[in-house]
Nanobody, 122 residues
Framework: QVQLVESGGGLVQAGGSLRRSCAASGRTYSRDAMGWVRQAPKKEREFVAA????????FYADSVKGRFTISRDNPKNTVYLQMNSLSSEDTAIYYC???????????????WGQGTQVTVSS
């Protein structure tokens, strides 16, 4: 089992930045690929970003490429999502997720965090 606890959500103005964190515990975290997924009101869940267990490979949705950066600190068992140039289109509940392989999927991860609201005001 992997437990994921998120932090760093909240309210930010358009054009601003926010950093999400996701702390993992349980089985060997450093061998898990990690991802971020979001769901806006009345919309389907959307893949945002993913990172391999080593951190050497990253993947992004086209909608966030160039604005968001995923990273991880394995000694701290934590994955981050740095979000810059935020717009109202980024308003959503953001979930971190873990799996044994990297997934650019919004649904197929084995483990999920509790989700945290990010609201971008225009």
């Amino acid at each position: 089992q992997v437990q994921l606890v998120e932090s760093g959500g909240g309210l930010v103005q358009a054009g601003g930045s926010l950093r999400r964190s996701c702390a993992a515990s349980g089985r060997t975290y450093s061998r898990d690929a990690m991802g971020w997924v979001r769901q806006a009101p009345k919309k389907e869940r959307e893949f945002v970003a993913a990172i391999s267990w080593s951190g050497s490979s990253t993947f992004y949705a086209d909608s966030v490429k160039g604005r968001f950066t995923i990273s991880r600190d394995n000694p701290k068992n934590t994955v981050y999502l740095q979000m810059n140039s935020l717009s109202s289109e980024d308003t959503a509940i953001y979930y971190c997720a873990a799996d044994q392989i990297v997934r650019s999927s919004a649904y197929d991860y084995d483990y999920w965090g509790q989700g945290t609201q990010v609201t971008v005001s225009s």
